[in-house]
């Protein structure tokens, strides 16, 4: 697939997907950084976070559609954090899946990108065991 070829609608997907995957491990980069005052992997997951990029900005900013995305409300679940753990687990997930579908897609598009996204997910699923035991040793 070129780029061309790439549809209006996979230009969403993939601009929701970058924007949940940085999102995510955004809200556990702060919270390493401001709340633990852990430098290490507030870098390490600052450094995760740059690598997840498309260039095409123009293209995903051109088919962005948030207004009417029919997923745009909350459900329930997300609305129901009892402590930062569970909002850090969270926000893990999102990431992991988001680069996930992210690596599916680019392997129609550039096999580089995707690899990168594979990349990404599997450092976040190591990040993502650092963290939580970092975390609950701190309590």
């Known amino acids: 697939m070129t780029k061309n070829q790439l549809t209006p609608e996979l230009f969403r997907v993939i601009d929701a997907n970058l924007n949940r995957l940085k999102e995510g491990i955004r809200v556990?980069?702060?919270?390493?950084?401001?709340?633990h005052n852990n430098k290490?992997?507030?870098i390490k997951l600052k450094t995760i976070r740059h690598l997840a990029r498309f260039d095409d900005i123009k293209?995903?900013?051109k088919y962005r559609d948030s207004i009417n995305d029919v997923l745009r409300d909350s459900t329930k679940s997300e609305l129901n954090r009892t402590n930062l753990n569970e909002i850090v687990i969270a926000n893990f997930k999102?990431?992991?899946?988001?680069?996930r579908v992210l690596e599916e897609l680019f392997k129609l598009y550039d096999i580089k990108l995707s690899e990168n996204f594979k990349h990404i997910?599997?450092?976040l699923y190591d990040l993502e065991k650092e963290v939580i035991n970092t975390t609950s040793n701190s309590k």
């Open 28 to 35: 556990v980069e702060d919270l390493m950084r401001y709340l």
């Open 59 to 61: 293209s995903l900013l």
């Open 40 to 42: 290490e992997l507030s």
């Open 94 to 99: 999102r990431a992991e899946e988001s680069s």
């Open 121 to 123: 997910r599997y450092e």
